[in-house]
């Protein structure tokens, strides 16, 4: 059974970080892509980034590149989003979610199968 748990979300001030983390169960990274999407109230959700185990490709929406990174940890089968220079624009619910490689359309919800229940990052003074 495929589970996604993420965490490290939270409250921080503008132009701060935080590292998301998205930990995997039931399958190993190798054959997966992992997106991190976000949906803040009353906006559709969005992709932020993928990475593709198989050959470690990885994505960004124009509006967080150069300030957020995705890397995995295959030992530990876990993805994480490491984001700097936060912005207030950044506050949202994140989620990861996860399918199959190969993957088209890295950025559409629709195109992911498993999900995990998202955790709030709040950015403000």
């Known amino acids: 059974q495929v589970q996604l748990v993420e965490s490290g979300g939270g409250l921080v001030q503008p132009g701060g970080s935080l590292r998301l983390s998205c930990a995997a169960s039931g399958f190993t990274l190798d054959y997966y892509a992992i997106g991190w999407f976000r949906q803040a109230p009353g906006m559709e959700r969005e992709g932020v980034s993928c990475?593709?185990?198989?050959?470690?490709?990885?994505y960004y929406a124009d509006s967080v590149k150069g300030r957020f990174t995705i890397s995995r940890d295959n030992a530990k089968n876990t993805v994480y989003l490491q984001m700097n220079s936060l912005k207030p624009e950044d506050t949202a619910v994140y989620y990861c979610?996860?399918?199959?490689?190969?993957?088209?359309?890295?950025?559409?919800?629709?195109?992911?199968?498993?999900w995990g229940q998202g955790t709030q990052v709040t950015v403000s003074s």
């Open positions: 990475i593709k185990s198989s050959d470690g490709s990885t």
């Open positions: 979610a996860a399918e199959r490689i190969p993957l088209a359309g890295w950025d559409r919800p629709y195109r992911y199968s498993s």
